[in-house]
């Protein structure tokens, strides 16, 4: 089950701006750091975004990530092709013990 | 670089086990611990577990306890997942996943897909 609430879409235009929420409560994302998480088609996740806002080695500085009070936040700016995918957010609950993750985002490339 | 290859598609039975593998490379393998992930058809993603491949102490969600067992192998730096009485809802794809401890899982493997079936 899905602990943190994510639209369904989103969607764009090549080298827009997308941004997708990420809503969850003060047993997760109000106490722990969030990271996210992107899903090409038929692939492994890929960890996008650490520690709220933080990028792994080799991932493109058009991707950052925000947090405030209990919802985060990710945007994607200069929309590539390649960015079509699922977009997972994430975070540790303190009160279930385990990783929860959002309900996912389609991202599509007008 | 870090690798984690998984073991390959299974279709069983309901009531039967199944036990998934996860071979690591490219680090030192009791350094880290490893995650379990699935992912049902169409749906999201779901935490199963962690297990320290160190010292092999476990953190299982509740959902699964009494029947999912993380195990490791540190001459093989094997990761191995045993989920039991299996159901057709656990039919998935299940993923292995580097995790330190008080980090977010963020190597992945492959994937591995179990049917169950009659």
């Known amino acids: 089950q899905s602990v943190l609430t994510q639209p369904p879409s989103a969607s764009g235009t090549p080298r827009q701006r997308v941004t997708i929420s990420c809503s969850g409560s003060?047993?997760?994302?109000?106490?722990?750091?969030v990271y996210w998480y992107q899903q090409l088609p038929g692939t492994a996740p890929k960890l996008l975004i650490y520690?709220?806002?933080q990028r792994p080695s080799g991932v493109p500085d058009r991707f950052s990530g925000s947090k405030s009070d209990t919802s985060a936040s990710l945007a994607i700016s200069g929309l590539r092709s390649e960015d079509e995918a699922d977009y997972y957010c994430a975070a540790w609950d303190e009160s279930l013990s385990v990783h929860v993750f959002g309900t996912g985002t389609k991202v599509t490339v007008l | 670089q870090v690798q984690l290859v998984q073991s390959g598609a299974e279709v069983k039975k309901p009531g039967a086990s199944v036990k998934v593998s996860c071979k690591a490379s490219g680090y030192t393998f009791i350094s880290y611990g490893i995650s379990w992930v699935r992912q049902a058809p169409g749906q999201g993603l779901e935490w199963m577990g962690w297990?320290?491949?160190?010292?092999?102490?476990?953190n299982y969600a509740q959902k699964f306890q009494g029947r999912v067992t993380m195990t490791t192998d540190s001459s093989t730096s094997t990761a191995y997942m045993e989920l039991r009485s299996l159901r057709y809802d656990d039919t998935a794809v299940y993923y292995c996943a580097r995790e330190d401890f008080g980090e977010p899982p963020d190597y992945w493997g492959q994937g591995t897909l179990v049917t169950v079936s009659s």
């Open positions: 297990i320290s491949a160190y010292l092999g102490n476990t």
């Open positions: 520690g709220n806002s």
């Open positions: 003060s047993s997760n994302i109000g106490r722990n750091y």
